[in-house]
């Protein structure tokens, strides 16, 4: 399984950037994870094959994580960005559900190669 994303980039605070990830096949479970600089990598977004998500508090509101299936492409819309928000952005799959994965990081398979996204104040 191959995950390519794009979208990263640098926006002001307040600003949008959705992020895309193309996959070449479906997988019980996607998700976003970002990791900051000096921080360990955090869960941001997850969502099954019928389409339930979960998205952390932390971005409660301002995150969505959607998948159009016709484009094997999965995105995370990232809306009121704040300087916080400054992280690598990554694209990860498992071969488990959800309710399983979460958002441990070990129990995702697959990774795509990470976009940096840059929120200035």
């Known amino acids: 399984l191959q995950l390519v994303e794009s979208g990263g980039g640098s926006v002001q605070a307040g600003g949008s950037l959705r992020l895309s990830c193309a996959y070449d096949?479906?997988?019980?479970?996607m998700a976003w994870f970002r990791q900051a600089p000096g921080k360990e990598r955090e869960g941001v977004s997850i969502?099954?094959?019928?389409?339930?998500?979960s998205v952390a508090d932390s971005v409660k509101g301002r995150y969505s994580i959607f998948r159009d299936s016709a484009k094997s492409t999965l995105y995370l819309q990232m809306n009121s960005l704040k300087p916080e928000d400054t992280a690598v952005y990554y694209c990860?799959?498992?071969?488990?559900?959800?309710?399983?994965?979460?958002?441990?990081?070990?129990?995702?398979?697959?990774w795509g190669q990470g976009t940096q996204v840059t929120v200035s104040s």
């Open positions: 096949r479906k997988t019980p479970c």
């Open positions: 990860a799959a498992a071969v488990f559900q959800c309710a399983y994965a979460g958002v441990d990081e070990k129990r995702y398979l697959y």
């Open positions: 969502i099954e094959t019928d389409g339930r998500t």
